[in-house]
């Protein structure tokens, strides 16, 4: 595989280009040494899609990917947190740690609900999602996984891969790809999400 596109939301390339240029050094050589070919092996049962004969599997693509990412010491994480029916106690508790987020909630009579997020991916305050599912995934990783471990402290930058739409062609209907991603990132306007990010389009 190799990397086509990029883009960087809110100085996010930029963040890892002075601060840990290695790290990018690091997720470029997984995503070079991802063998496309290995990872076309999925039958598809759809009339329009069957023609192009076998498709790139998502499965096989994660595995490859978790495998070469677990190698170089990326790991899983989670961050946890409270949440309440009340919108504004919510705005006042959402930069606190979780304990104190409890306790406000807890001390205005309300009910706390545990909640959290997790990822596979983390490494000195980078994260990564590799996304190879249906469009509504991307959303939820852009404007919820990588804000609550933005939020969370936990990470500096957010990076979400994505396969270019040459790519999405060779798999099933209904995966996300980055050109279109790019839009309706775009379409949110430039502060929006608010944490860093870095959207990479990737090919065979």
Known sequence: ????????????WEHIQVHKPHIWEEISKVI???????CRTKVSKEKRKAKKG???SPVAMN?????????????????SYWVT????????????????????????????IGSYNQTDFVKERIHIEVQFGKYSFVAYDLFVK??????????DVGIEILPMKSLQDLMSSGVAYYEGELYNLLRQGRSSPAVPLVIVGIAP
């Open 1 to 12: 595989m190799k990397i086509v596109e990029r883009y960087s939301h809110l100085n996010g």
């Open 32 to 38: 070079d040494g991802i063998d496309a070919a290995s």
């Open 54 to 56: 076998l498709l790139y």
């Open 63 to 79: 595995k490859a990917f978790h495998a070469r990412l677990a190698k170089r010491g990326w790991h899983e994480d989670r961050v």
């Open 85 to 112: 029916a009340d919108a504004e106690l919510i705005r006042q508790t959402l930069t606190m740690s979780p304990e104190l987020q409890k306790k406000a909630i807890e001390a205005a009579g309300k009910t706390p």
């Open 146 to 155: 990588h804000m609550a471990f933005f939020v969370g402290s936990k990470i």
